[in-house]
């Protein structure tokens, strides 16, 4: 069963920084395209960072750029989101999501229609 476990929140200060991991289980993940997003409480949720199965292709929403940081490792079939000079703005659950690219190794998809799995999230809070 294909799962993701999302894990690195917590509470911290304005300009702190975070790391936040994505652990998936059930094969092939070199294979899937990997999103972030969040939703604070009242809002829809929105796009944070994606990457194609590739790694060469990465995109950002404005509102992170410069600050935030998406990776991945196939061996340890885990992605990552490294968070930088957070704002409390950036409050928010943070949740990942895969998608199978099948061939489109570079394709960084970045709505959530087009993703097919996602995990329960993890809670970020910056506050002083």
């Known amino acids: 069963q294909f799962q993701l476990v999302e894990s690195g929140g917590g509470l911290v200060q304005p300009g702190g920084s975070l790391r936040l991991t994505c652990a998936i289980s059930?094969?092939?993940?070199?294979?899937?395209?990997i999103g972030w997003f969040r939703q604070a409480p009242g809002q829809e949720r929105q796009g944070v960072a994606y990457?194609?199965?590739?790694?060469?292709?990465?995109k950002y929403e404005d509102s992170v750029k410069g600050r935030f940081t998406i990776s991945r490792d196939n061996d340890k079939e885990s992605a990552y989101l490294q968070m930088n000079s957070l704002k409390p703005e950036d409050t928010a659950v943070y949740y990942c999501?895969?998608?199978?690219?099948?061939?489109?190794?570079?394709?960084?998809?970045?709505?959530?229609?087009?993703?097919?799995?996602w995990g329960r999230g993890t809670q970020v809070t910056v506050s002083s």
């Open positions: 990457m194609s199965s590739s790694g060469a292709s990465t």
């Open positions: 999501a895969t998608r199978h690219a099948g061939s489109m190794w570079d394709w960084a998809p970045s709505s959530p229609k087009d993703f097919d799995h």
């Open positions: 059930g094969g092939g993940f070199g294979f899937y395209a």
